[in-house]
């Protein structure tokens, strides 16, 4: 069974700049999360996608947006950069039940 | 609103010795209460959950019980190892909040040989 994965491990942009971040859930899940991480803070909620739909969102404004793909995947989008955008950003997959498997991350940079 | 409040690190131990980190939470509703465990460079793991009061969550030699009347849920370990260096999360979700999780700040544990 494969885990979820995200892509790229790393990354630096510049502020301003828009950026995209992947995922791919694990094999029969077919819902996922995104946290946005800020160092030595815990996960914070960003927005959720069940079957393509989005299906709860955080505090976070317009310009964070994603997808989902029919094969569950998942695409995190940040447009107009901040430089306070920079942390790890986590996906997580779950089935109806609310136990998430989270993946290693995206490390991203805005400078 | 529902929050998670987590004793302050790092927690320094030596190799063998007891842990204790605290973890307080509010919530609405009747929560289920998680501790993740994030080791350097790594994404979260669940490490144990209790889905009710009195219920005691326990993996890999880590436990904690869900009490409902201090709105607790401290993790514990008798012994601890090099091995169990990392950053550990307390969270709970909701059946109102639709299962996301609250987490709180992390307490990062380091033991050393």
């Known amino acids: 069974e494969t885990g979820v994965t995200q892509s790229p491990t790393h990354l630096i942009k510049t502020r301003g700049q828009q950026v995209t971040l992947r995922c791919s859930s694990q094999s029969g899940h077919n819902t996922v999360s995104w946290y946005q991480q800020a160092l030595g803070q815990g996960p914070q909620f960003i927005f959720q996608y069940y079957r393509e739909e989005e299906n709860g969102r955080g505090n976070f404004p317009p310009r964070f947006s994603g997808l989902q793909f029919p094969n569950y995947s998942s695409e995190l989008n940040v447009n107009a950069l901040e430089l306070d955008d920079s942390a790890l950003y986590l996906c997580?997959?779950?089935?109806?039940?609310?136990?998430?498997?989270f993946g290693p991350g995206t490390r991203l940079t805005v400078t | 609103g529902n929050s998670v409040t987590q004793m302050e690190g790092p927690v320094t131990l030596s190799e063998e010795a007891f842990l204790t980190i605290n973890c307080t939470y509010t919530?609405?509703?009747?929560?289920?209460l998680f501790w993740y465990v994030q080791y350097p460079g790594e994404g979260l793991q669940l490490l144990l959950k209790?889905?009710?009061?009195?219920d005691k969550g326990s993996n890999k030699g880590f436990e904690a019980t869900y009490r409902k009347e201090t709105t607790s849920f401290h993790l514990e370990k008798g012994s601890v190892q090099v091995s169990d260096s990392a950053v550990y999360f307390c969270?709970?979700?909701?059946?109102?909040?639709?299962?996301?999780?609250?987490f709180g700040r992390g307490t990062s544990l380091i033991v050393h040989p």
């Open positions: 997580a997959s779950s089935t109806e039940s609310y136990e998430q498997y």
């Open positions: 969270a709970l979700t909701t059946s109102g909040g639709s299962y996301i999780p609250t």
């Open positions: 209790a889905t009710k009061a009195d």
């Open positions: 919530a609405t509703g009747y929560p289920s």
